[in-house]
């Protein structure tokens, strides 16, 4: 495999007023092996089309529509097809795109959450095996260092038995009614057609439920959840909390908001033994604290790592230097891992596979369950909902 060389890859969504997909073009140019080429940006001919100077693609052939994009490369050989395309979506999209990028043969590179509902998530596992088509989830997570160290320190027992985990995603920018106000961003994340019926479920869950289960090696059994819109006029939750039980029988609490005013920290990890705690805030990615029964604080710092510092307001958690060499790092893993062919993924970095973002759809799926209100005349939901897994 060329060192030098710099694949080709294409984008769906990202348009130029996409959030995420303008942290999405800076992990591309920070990860330094890779290209954008060609794609297709907007829900409109017009809004791709807009994007092709901007995006340094002038002298490039792009693509009205994601499906016109796709029949294209359906028709290419596999060495002229791009190596992989990304997908910085609304999350009902991410489903439709991924099917048909299997059909024309072509890696995906998507974002969370995996799709929106529990047979969506278990079509596209099955697709992907069936068409032999990789695929990954950009969960940037295991790029950060310093939860990684957590991980080693929990798995030798240097804070004893666990006895709780509390993973806050608490994000205060949605707090006023921005989607009334021309924020596309908080528009789509209010429409349950886009985001999913859950909201706030739907677009933060699977971030802790991965941690968790990422840092921890525990996994989640069953849920009792709540969370309802707090925004005048919202229709779907913006606000919810999570209560699961694990395989080990440790308990875990999930705090889920957009509208936590004030809060800028991103993903916030704490874990209790009984002989010390962790805590790793997102927003101070390249640190981690562990926390004695006597009170001493011993203090992990990576160096090296950029600053989980954000700056600016009413955006999503994303926009920090951190994030976006972690989400360059997946990049660069995946584009290693397809050009040269290996098998074993080794130490690399390359986000959710396929049957990981179907186990975190069935999380999702059990804490929509257990937020469902009863129906007039019948009795109500139970209190706790099981995480099934179906076969694929």
């Known amino acids: 495999m060329d060192q030098n060389k710099k694949y080709d890859i294409a984008m769906i969504g990202g348009g130029l007023e996409s959030f995420m997909g303008s942290i999405h073009l800076k992990a591309i140019e920070k990860a330094g092996n890779v290209q954008l080429v060609t794609g297709t940006f907007g829900s409109t001919r017009k809004t791709t089309f807009d994007c ?16 016109e994009f796709f029949r294209a490369q359906a028709r290419l050989p596999k060495e002229q097809k791009v190596l992989f395309v990304t997908t910085p979506l609304p999350n009902t999209m991410h489903y439709p795109v991924a099917m048909s990028a299997m059909d024309a043969g072509v890696p995906v590179l998507g974002e969370k959450p995996f799709t929106c509902n529990i047979d ?19 969960m940037v997570y295991p790029a950060y260092s310093m939860l990684g160290k957590a991980r080693e320190l929990i798995k030798n027992g240097r804070i004893g038995i666990m006895r709780r985990v509390i993973i806050s995603m608490q994000l205060g920018w949605m707090a006023p009614r921005l989607e009334n106000r021309g924020n596309r961003q908080a528009l789509w994340r209010t429409d349950a057609r886009k985001n999913g019926a859950s909201g706030v479920v739907h677009d933060l869950c699977s971030n802790c439920q991965f941690v968790m289960e990422y840092v921890t090696g525990l996994r989640i059994t069953e849920v009792c959840a709540g969370g309802h819109p707090c925004v005048p006029g919202r229709l779907i939750p913006d606000d919810a909390v999570v209560m699961a039980r694990t395989d080990k029988g440790l308990s ?9 005013t004030g809060h800028r920290e991103g993903l916030v990890l ?4 009984d002989k010390g705690a962790i805590r790793w805030w997102e927003s101070s990615s390249n640190e981690l604290v562990v926390i004695g029964n006597d009170g001493e604080r011993e203090v992990y710092k990576d160096e090296n790592a950029a600053s989980g510092a ?6 999503p958690f994303g926009g920090s230097d951190a994030y976006i060499e972690a989400l360059a790092r997946v990049y660069r893993d995946y584009a290693e891992f397809l050009a040269g062919g290996a098998k074993d993924a080794g130490d690399r970095v390359m986000g959710m596979t396929p049957e990981e973002g179907l186990r975190s759809i069935a999380v999702i799926d059990a804490v929509s369950k257990s937020m469902l209100p009863p129906r007039e005349g019948e009795p109500p939901v139970p209190k706790w909902i099981p995480v099934v897994m179906p076969k694929v």
């Open 270 to 273: 704490e874990v209790l033994g």
């Open 252 to 260: 875990a609490v999930f705090l889920l908001s957009q509208i936590a």
């Open 52 to 67: 092709q100077e901007p995006y340094g693609l002038a002298d490039r052939k792009i693509y009205g529509a994601y499906r």
């Open 120 to 138: 969506e998530a278990a079509n596209l596992v099955r697709k992907s095996r069936a068409m032999g088509v990789p695929y990954r989830v950009a």
């Open 310 to 315: 954000l700056g600016g307001v009413d955006t």
